[in-house]
Nanobody, 127 residues
Framework: QVQLVESGGGLVQAGGSLNLSCAASGRTFGNRVMGWFRQAPGKEREFVTA????????AIADSMKGRFTISRDRGKNTVHLQMNSLLPEDSAVYYCAADRDPREWFTSAKVSDYDTWGQGTQVTVSA
């Protein structure tokens, strides 16, 4: 089965930047949308951004537009999340995930639309 492993999280001051990576091992994803979600303690898992298998289509949550950027390298089965101008409210465990169904593009912001998840990487932004 495919496994997703996130990395790049850590502790950063407000206004700083982090670049998260999601590496896939095992079987490849094929034609699937990839997404990033985040979850803070006591809160629901929240959609961050998504990218098509080709990398030509992206979507991002309104609160993160202009600050976060997603990219994909299909040849290396990796997805990246560049996070700039970080805020304390961005603190959460960040998860990458693969779309439940193979498709060129689908704007999916629901947890239930993804069926393969990484273990998450902690991002902590200090004020």
């Amino acid at each position: 089965q495919v496994q997703l492993v996130e990395s790049g999280g850590g502790l950063v001051q407000a206004g700083g930047s982090l670049n998260l990576s999601c590496a896939a091992s095992g079987r490849t994803f094929g034609n699937r949308v990839m997404g990033w979600f985040r979850q803070a303690p006591g809160k629901e898992r929240e959609f961050v951004t998504a990218i098509s298998w080709s990398g030509r289509n992206t979507a991002i949550a309104d609160s993160m537009k202009g600050r976060f950027t997603i990219s994909r390298d299909r040849g290396k089965n990796t997805v990246h999340l560049q996070m700039n101008s970080l805020l304390p409210e961005d603190s959460a465990v960040y998860y990458c995930a693969a779309d439940r169904d193979p498709r060129e593009w689908f704007t999916s912001a629901k947890v239930s639309d993804y069926d393969t998840w990484g273990q998450g990487t902690q991002v902590t932004v200090s004020a």
